[in-house]
Every structure is written in C-alpha cells, then in structure tokens.
C-alpha cells in the first residue's frame, strides 16, 4: 500500500484561502483517481472533491465553486485550493488514490492508499 503525503493545512481565517497538497513518493498517480476527503469528530467522512486520471472534475455541494482539485502527474502530486472557506469547513483533510481499475473515486472502499491527514482550521 503507498503511503500519500500531505501538506499545507494550517490555521486560517473566514474568508481566507489554503492549497492543500499530497505527494505519492516514489510512487504514481498517472492512470489512478484521486480524491480529497474531510472528517471532523463524531461525523461522517465526507468526500469533498474528485479527479479522473482524465482530469475530470467533482465536487461535493458543500464546497462547489470554493475548492478546486487539481492534479500534476510529472510531479505526482495533487492539489486542493480552497477559497472562501467556512468555519464549517474546519476538519482533517486527507487524500486519497483510488484501486487502478477505479474510473471514479466514489466512496472509501474503492481507495488503495490514504494519506495521514493534515488539519485545516477556519477561525472567525
């Protein structure tokens, strides 16, 4: 299993923007999708935004037209831009690559590695 590693989360206000990022060393994304989840305690995980090995975009309600996924597959590295965020959006990101023969990352058993997490935190 490959271990994904993230970065770029940190403490920000309303408003305010992050660029999550998540690197599969020496490993690669080209022909896999990819996605980004959320979870904060006692909820649900929540898939928030997908890409295809196409470039291929999804987007949960929550986040359309604030987050954008992206991916760089020469760097093997995927992005998640966040704009506008909430409060609510406060919680603890984590990519994720989906099994190969996986057209679409739609729910977590169709994951094939997880990254550690990294914690965004919208203050007022």
């Known amino acids: 299993q490959v271990r994904l590693v993230e970065s770029g989360g940190g403490l920000v206000q309303t408003g305010g923007s992050l660029r999550l990022s998540c690197a599969a060393p020496?490993?690669?994304?080209?022909?896999?999708?990819l996605g980004w989840y959320r979870q904060t305690p006692g909820k649900q995980r929540e898939l928030v935004a997908t890409i295809t090995s196409g470039g291929s975009t999804d987007y949960a309600d929550s986040v359309k037209g604030r987050f954008t996924i992206s991916r760089d597959d020469a760097k093997n590295i995927a992005y998640l831009q966040m704009n506008s965020l909430k409060l609510e959006d406060t919680a603890v990101y984590s990519c994720?690559?989906?099994?190969?023969?996986?057209?679409?990352?739609?729910?977590?058993?169709?994951?094939?590695?997880w990254g550690q997490g990294t914690q965004v935190t919208v203050s007022s």
């Open positions: 020496g490993r690669t994304f080209t022909g896999y999708a």
């Open positions: 994720a690559r989906a099994k190969y023969y996986i057209a679409t990352l739609k729910n977590p058993y169709d994951v094939d590695s």
